[in-house]
């Protein structure tokens, strides 16, 4: 089956080699009150349709490890290569690693001349990586060379007389920081005119759900965490520790969330403590999809579409894991963790958004629809997979 932009593939294929599609054939749904699908805010994008997925060039400009992607988080929409070179429609390309076209907007046209550039790669001898070279070259023209063609040299001596390594803490080199919530208040203690409250309720978190999760507002600027200022939090407990937190801004001018420092999202599942009395659960992508669905379906977050090995394990408590993410995520990468979660003998089923509804954005009379399907799942069983088709059988 041939790409819904096949010159536009081509550019991206040639840019970046490696590249994944998901969602192959199927245009993008967008909805605006103007209909006008290129507009800088769109109202609604029902589903991202036909995707390529990249290595973002960017991430390592950004990340504290400084590594480069390696996992193709970079979505890059079919419909957006129809608005070549322009500023606008940018809403349809997303890193999910560093968010990197919002920390700096010269990226967008780096990203424009990566993949639009008619030029092919300078052929520069006595360069070591010509290929590194030229890729460098066509992003940012002017690229000076320090010794070309020296090779690098590392040395390393040993101290026969290293010195004394004394810790003054009482704790153990190995314990791992103690995890502190920036400054804040329960987020009950607001008025429901307070743009926290009137943005909690407008998404379905009443304030039952707000005292269940033990959201937070940050109404005072914490040193530590300056940049959390006046926005939600959200704590992450796991068997009634606190392991980590997650704020998500309401400042349109900031990146929209931000987690603790020093978190290894691999290791934790958010909303752990409130699932332990079932046997089964549903494992979705982000803070408001799991409190979206309780207390109707025990839900567990990722924070991001991927399953760990190390959440694997845990999951392994339960007798049935239903694998849901939202709607950009491939069906072969549905496959691929549910595949993973049956290797540690768990009974894992991956299941389709159906009628077009993150769980995050699913109604109440959809939320009571979504349990029938996933009990009976849960008792009978099913294929790997569950189609659109499979789940409407479910609820008829």
């Not at 550019?11 to 993008?28: M, W």
């Not at 909303?271 to 803070?287: A, K, P, Q, T």
């Not at 309780?294 to 990722?302: N, V």
Request: proline share 7%.
């Amino acid at each position: 089956m041939e790409t819904l932009n096949p010159r536009f593939y081509s550019r991206i294929k040639s840019s970046f080699g490696n590249i994944r599609i998901a969602n192959l054939g199927r245009p993008v749904e967008i909805f605006t009150s103007d209909d006008d699908p290129f507009d800088d805010h769109p109202s609604e994008i029902r589903h991202w349709g036909e995707t390529y997925h990249v290595n973002c060039p960017f991430c390592h400009l950004y990340s504290k490890s400084g590594r480069p992607d390696t996992k193709q988080r970079l979505y890059i929409c079919h419909k957006w290569g129809e608005y070549i070179g322009t500023s606008r429609a940018w809403y349809l390309i997303k890193c999910h690693n560093e968010d990197c076209f919002h920390r700096d907007r010269a990226n967008k046209s780096k990203l424009i001349k990566e993949i639009f550039s008619l030029a092919k790669p300078p052929k520069i001898s006595g360069v070591l990586n010509p290929e590194l070279y030229g890729r460098l070259k066509l992003i940012f023209r002017n690229v000076k060379i320090s010794n070309p063609g020296k090779h690098i040299e590392i040395s390393a001596s040993i101290d026969p007389n290293p010195p004394e390594v004394s810790f003054t803490s009482t704790e153990s080199p190995s314990t791992p920081t103690q995890v502190s919530l920036p400054l804040s208040i329960p987020v009950t203690d607001l008025p429901d005119d307070h743009p926290a409250q009137q943005f909690l309720l407008a998404r379905g978190v009443d304030r039952a759900k707000q005292v269940c999760y033990d959201i937070r507002y940050s109404n005072t600027r914490d040193p530590t965490y300056p940049s959390v200022h006046e926005s939600i939090i959200f704590p992450i407990y796991m068997n009634k520790q606190l392991v980590s937190w997650q704020a998500r801004s309401l400042n349109p001018y900031k990146n929209k969330y931000f987690i603790c420092p020093g978190t290894k999202k691999s290791n934790i599942l958010y909303g752990w403590d409130l699932v332990l009395d079932s046997d089964y659960c549903v494992l979705v992508e982000g803070v408001f999809d799991v409190i979206r669905l309780w207390p109707h379906i025990p839900a567990l977050g990722l924070l991001g579409h991927s399953v760990s090995p190390t959440q694997a394990k845990l999951l392994t408590r339960f007798k049935t894991v239903l694998f849901y993410p939202d709607s950009d995520v491939s069906d072969e990468e549905v496959d691929r963790y549910v595949d993973l979660l049956r290797k540690y003998n768990i009974n894992a089923f991956g299941i389709r958004n159906f009628l077009t509804e993150d769980p995050a954005d699913m109604s109440e009379n959809l939320i009571y629809k979504a349990k029938r399907v996933v009990e009976r799942i849960f008792k009978n069983g099913s294929e790997k997979l569950l189609t659109v088709e499979d789940v409407r059988k479910f609820v008829d």
